[in-house]
């Protein structure tokens, strides 16, 4: 018979570690099937890598891969079979079928149920409540791991309902430790708040570790606050024969062709609210620490806490300013976001749409004024995604047209941080478009120049060649120039660019207070300071602008 290698997530707890081998040993006493071993992706000994080798060098060429998680999460989707296809290059010729996650069935269900049950039997801490299995006047806390994936979550949420039916419980409501919402305490309150006296706090785990420990010690918090209340925390599932019979049951699954994947709510296929950013993203393996070629990938912090999970940051340009000029994936990510690290120039009414536990960074660059230092934002954002939390970094325009973006993005990899980049629209664009000139125009403009005016003419630390820029004959967008557009105007005019060529000033793109300033080239200086331009305010000049036909004007 095929092989079965069953593969586990990993934990720094010794118990779990242990719970699980026991487990493997229980399949194996089975004699169901010829072969069986167990490993891990991280965290824990032994290594998947060492228990795939163990059954190879036994003569086993096809295997049964069974990821032993409960719900279909990251984990699941991409950790374990990524690793797999890493020992398929380590043994040329390996096969394996996969099988597929372990829950919701009622097999765990019964177990859960058994969980639940020995907790009520228990003598009340208090003696406020008649001990004895009594479920009617018992309401349960089912307590999942919370995850970034949508349809984990609601497998969570499926089995609390699940356990509800039949069972004579006054009420199941699901919960998690990490990711997710409710919390612990959240649930808790609620189920106070409807008229709870008993309840028990079920974690929905495998085994042992460092979540369902701060289960109890979330669960006991609340209960101390709470002196009226009995609440009870019940075993995880643990080595059991329920647990055997039902990876039995998806080995035989996998050898038969019936997975019955659910694809259909997957947040790596399919466009979910809020989860936008996993579409289509690709999946590596995590590194063990004892697998000898894994190294490469490692993620380079201690994100194995779990308490969180893997927190993850995405850099959002958010636009030239209106709010409904982000981008639809920017604002499916800032929707979803944990934490939301924002510039000064960012569109600030987003800000108004975000869930109120949202924590909100100011990372304003003020032009003489206060600024958060790159260093501290970079530590910002890697800080909160090790935490586990899914950070946007959102900016104003795009976040690598003069935005830093670029440097967020290799702080983020140096740590080892997930991150992704969502363009924005820039106001290099996006300002002359709004006052109605285009920045390239058939028989008029082939070319357009982007240029940074932060350092003017002259500065030892400009990059910019300004005397080839005032040869071009194309158009030319200054940014970050209000202090400086005087004497870049006058080191253009005099490496030859035509006095009396056109310049259009645009301040506070598409805002209700934006207006278009013109001048010839030789006057904007002069012009600009007269009006009071002041930033954000784009130039845009060239031939262009003498086909500015609409947007607001002084």
Known sequence: ??????????????????????????????????????????????????????????GHRALVALPLVLTAAGHGKGDIPAAMGREQQRHPGLTYRYGRPLGPHPLLHEALAERIDAALADPSPADALPAGVDRAGTWVALIGRGSTDPDANAEVAK???????????????????????????????????????????????????????????????????????????????????????????RHAEALGGDIRMNCDTCAYRVLMPGFADKVGRPQRPHDHPD????????????????????????????????????TVRGKALLDAADVVVVDRLAPQG????????????????????????????????????????????????????????????????AAGVPVTVVPGVSSALAAPALAGVPVTHRGVAHDVTVVSGHLPPGHPDSLVDWAALARARGTVVLLMAVDTIAKIAAVLVEHGRAPETPVLAVQDAGLPGQRSVPARLDEIGAVAAREGVGPPAVFVLGPVVALHTTGPST
């Not at 289960?215 to 024969?241: K, M, N, T, Y």
């Not at 490469?296 to 030239?320: I, K, N, T």
């Not at 800000?351 to 949202?358: E, K, Y």
């Not at 924590?359 to 600024?371: E, F, I, M, T, W």
């Open 350 to 413: 987003l800000l108004a749409g975000l869930r109120p536990d949202v924590l909100v960074v100011d990372a304003a660059k003020v032009p003489r004024g206060p600024s958060m230092a790159q260093d501290a934002i970079n530590e910002a954002l890697v800080s909160h995604a090790q935490a586990g939390r899914r950070v946007v970094r959102l900016k104003g325009g795009d976040p690598y047209v003069f935005g830093r973006g670029h440097e967020e993005v290799q702080a983020c990899v």
């Open 1 to 58: 018979m095929t092989a079965l290698v069953i593969v586990g997530h990993g934990t720094r707890s010794a118990a779990g570690v242990d719970q699980f081998a026991a487990l493997v040993e229980r399949v194996r006493r089975r004699g169901d099937i010829g072969d069986v071993e167990g490993g891990f992706i991280e965290l824990s000994r032994p290594p998947l890598t060492d228990a795939v080798s163990a059954l190879v060098a036994r």
């Open 159 to 249: 089995v609390a309902r699940l356990l509800w039916e039949g069972r004579g419980y006054a009420g199941v409501e699901p919960g998690f430790i990490s990711l997710a919402s409710p919390s612990v305490p959240e649930v808790l309150d609620r189920l106070r708040r409807l008229g709870a006296r008993r309840i028990v706090v079920a974690p929905y785990f495998l085994f042992a570790g460092v979540l369902p420990d701060r289960i109890v010690a979330q669960s006991a918090e609340f209960a101390a606050a709470h002196p009226d209340l009995d609440v009870r925390v019940a075993e995880v599932i643990g080595d059991c024969d329920a647990l055997a019979d039902l990876v039995l049951e």
């Open 291 to 326: 697998d000898p070629v894994g190294h490469h990938h490692h993620h380079g912090h201690d994100h194995h806490d779990h308490g969180h999970d893997h927190g993850s940051v995405a850099v959002v340009g958010g636009g030239p300013g209106p709010e409904d000029l982000i």
